[in-house]
């Protein structure tokens, strides 16, 4: 079967509430068809470093990309590469870190750039800076800024903390969540190896009445070699705190040292793929932290359309 008709398929089941009829066994067919529905159209999240141009002509032609915001260079160089990336042609979701936003004024003139850039869609975390750089301390802050602005935006993302936060507790991150869902439309996942994590946590904020589609973070294709280059990039700091909210960093190593040096998301994707379409987790994609070394990460995508 070519990606084209595989992934036709695949939305068509998810459409009528059927599965296609392959000779092999329920569970494989559900496997693939889930898979090539969350790969088929993903978000490619890419950092704002020198790096970025090289990377972004990887990608599909107007593929998704998240452009972060870099603890070093600020939400300037999150705004100008938003502007180079939709210049291009791709729909470019910003990170709109709420603690590098100085104040309203700051926020008035981010929004007008960005919507003159043709951006539709912006993603509000609260920001990694332990010191805000001005009044908003926390997403919600500036989400309700944002909303108060004369430039409106189709999709506004949040934050999800399917294993949770080092430093906020599971009720305080609750609490937030409902505070802040009401300004969005959607939700982004932090990095997690897990899926079965994701989906009991998925599961958990439905019953709490949370009912936003979710976009799932999984990590592109890294090498351990390639990760500690990362980490000179965005300080070593951050990069623990990272890898501790997902499997540990000996833990981590050890994942890539049984295979050879490189991790590939096939497992998370193959246990999240049988619930692709299920209406209950409304997973509506994934988002793909790159850590800009997308040609790795966009040969693996291609491969498993094509297997």
Not at 112 to 119: D, F, N, P, T
Not at 135 to 140: C, I, P, V
Not at 247 to 262: H, M, N, P, T
Request: aromatic letters at 8%; proline letters at 6%; charged letters at 25%.
């Amino acid at each position: 079967m070519t990606v084209s008709a595989l992934v036709a398929s695949s939305r068509f089941a998810a459409r009528v509430g059927n599965r296609p009829h392959f000779t092999m066994s329920l569970e494989t067919s559900t496997t693939d068809d889930g898979a090539a529905t969350l790969l088929a159209d993903p978000r490619f999240e890419l950092m704002p470093f020198d790096s970025f141009g090289e990377q972004m002509a990887h990608l599909p032609d107007g593929a998704a990309i998240a452009v972060t915001t870099s603890p070093t260079l600020g939400i300037d160089a999150t705004v100008e590469w938003t502007e180079t990336a939709s210049e291009a042609g791709y729909e470019v979701i910003p990170h709109v870190a709420a603690r590098y936003v100085r104040d309203r004024e700051h926020l008035d003139s981010i929004a007008g750039r960005l919507r003159e850039a043709g951006v539709t869609d912006v993603f509000v975390p609260g920001g990694d800076r332990e010191e805000p750089a001005g009044e908003f301390e926390s997403a919600h802050d500036l989400l309700v800024a944002l909303e108060e602005l004369e430039y409106e935006f189709e999709e506004v993302g949040i934050t999800g903390y399917p294993e949770g936060h080092d430093f906020l507790s599971e009720a305080t991150l609750a609490e937030a969540m409902d505070r802040k869902a009401p300004y969005a439309s959607y939700l982004v996942t932090q990095l997690c190896y897990d899926p079965e994590t994701i989906l009991e946590w998925i599961g958990t904020i439905r019953d709490r009445g949370v009912d936003l589609p979710v976009e799932v973070g999984i990590p592109g294709v890294m090498n351990y070699q390639r990760l500690l280059g990362i980490s000179k990039k965005v300080g070593v700091g951050d990069s623990v705190r990272f890898l501790r909210k997902t499997s540990g960093v000996l833990g981590f190593i050890k994942e890539l040292v049984g295979s050879r040096g490189q991790y590939t998301p096939d497992e998370l994707i193959d246990g999240l793929a049988p619930h692709a379409a299920d209406p209950h987790y409304d997973i509506r994609g994934v988002h793909i932290y790159t850590f800009n070394q997308v040609p790795d990460t966009e040969s693996w995508r291609l491969g498993r359309l094509e297997s």
